[in-house]
């Protein structure tokens, strides 16, 4: 079957790094997206990995090994306002899209 | 886990006719459904809450008249994309919300619209 696994929650302090890892076992691959959702409010495009190597974005990077079914969200110089849920998703060979359960990241100052 | 389905997977139709989009939740009653659309590389955008036995809320912004949305029974919600043009193509996803966990979303795996 198709699975997405990431943590479920992780806690981090204000100022620091945090990476949040998303393994996927999907029956092809076109593409893995990162979402962030803040609570009550629909989710918000991050990044969109499909080629092997880290992707930078601001304070956001995303990286991707598609031979190890194997992607991170990584967060530097956290802010408060980055609590929120972050989705992975993956893109099967069918163009479905195969969600994770989402990581809820708490941050404390 | 949570399991939301959706069907079909991938639609093409022509310019003028209806299509009728469902969103089924396989394991779990569902109070609110949510749809959105996506365009590529870009963040989901909501069309609508839809809430079992009630009027679906419709954003700002998006036709209710075009977008028919029934929420008819806790595990089926149906969006309708009435007269489609080709501007209506899109990948169309719906989450779904359990009874008691209002703040977990289960997404669906998504209907890709090519209108010709």
């Known amino acids: 079957g198709q699975n997405i696994d990431q943590p479920t929650e992780m806690t981090a302090t204000e100022g620091a790094i945090v990476q949040i890892n998303c393994t996927y076992q999907?029956?092809?691959?076109?593409?893995l997206f990162w979402y962030q959702q803040h609570a009550g409010e629909a989710p918000t495009f991050l990044s969109y990995?499909?080629l092997d190597g880290l992707e930078e974005k601001g304070r956001f990077s995303s990286f991707l090994s598609r031979s190890k079914g194997y992607s991170y969200l990584l967060l530097k110089e956290l802010q408060m306002k980055d609590s929120a849920s972050y989705l992975c998703a993956v893109l099967d060979s069918n163009y479905q899209l195969i969600w994770g359960a989402g990581t809820k990241l708490i941050i404390k100052p | 886990g949570a399991v939301v389905s959706q069907h079909p997977s991938w639609v093409i139709c022509k310019s003028g006719t209806s299509v009728k989009i469902e969103c089924r939740s396989l394991?779990?009653?569902?109070?609110?459904m949510f749809w959105y659309r996506q365009f590529p590389k870009q963040s989901l955008m909501l069309m609508a809450t839809s809430n079992e036995g009630s009027k679906a809320t419709y954003e700002q912004g998006v036709e209710k008249d075009k977008f028919l949305i029934n929420h008819a029974s806790l595990t089926l919600s149906t969006l309708t994309v009435t007269s489609a043009h080709p501007e209506d193509s899109s990948f169309y996803i719906c989450?779904?919300?359990?009874?008691?966990?209002?703040?977990?979303?289960?997404f669906g795996p998504g209907t890709r619209l090519t209108v010709l």
């Open positions: 990995n499909v």
């Open positions: 999907t029956s092809g691959f076109n593409g």
């Open positions: 394991d779990f009653q569902a109070t609110t």
């Open positions: 989450s779904a919300v359990a009874g008691g966990d209002a703040d977990t979303q289960y």
